[in-house]
């Protein structure tokens, strides 16, 4: 989740105008996302706190003993959509798995109830609000 926000953000700073450099984040972010999304977990809309494959998971029974990642999901997420604002991504194949997983956040958000992950949430809804100039509507 770091990383993807540290290129994305690095990709919002840079000029384009500086062609090269812009071209050599954007192509180490998609690669990043193609990458990470590997490990999606589609039908819950979340990612794992331990990168490990279905496959992976079912052969050593290992579903119990790895948890849902809410950060890492709330990160990827952010990194996601603002790749799509900035035509990094293509949005008709990004913007649904990002909607999927802002879905998931605000729904383990919520059940979870805690103010570490209320304020972890609205840091990352901050985020976008600084991205789009606008407060941040759900």
């Known amino acids: 989740g770091y990383y993807l926000m540290g290129i994305i953000d690095t990709m919002f700073e840079v000029a384009q105008e500086i062609y090269e450099q812009y071209k050599a984040y954007e192509e180490m972010f998609k690669e990043a996302v193609k990458g990470i999304l590997r490990y999606y977990n589609e039908e819950e809309g ?5 990168i490990l494959t279905k496959k992976d998971m079912d052969a050593e029974g ?10 890492a999901t ?11 604002r900035m035509r990094a991504l293509l949005s008709e194949k990004y913007d649904p798995i990002a909607a999927r997983l802002l879905d998931s956040v605000k729904e383990i958000v919520s059940e ?3 103010s570490e992950l209320e304020i972890f949430y609205e840091e990352i809804l901050g985020l976008m609000q600084e991205t789009t100039g606008k407060p941040w509507k759900e």
């Open 46 to 50: 979340v990612f794992h706190k331990y």
């Open 62 to 71: 290992k579903e119990e003993e790895n948890p849902v990642d809410v950060e």
């Open 112 to 114: 979870k109830n805690t």
């Open 74 to 84: 709330a990160m990827i997420r952010y990194a996601i959509w603002k790749g799509c």
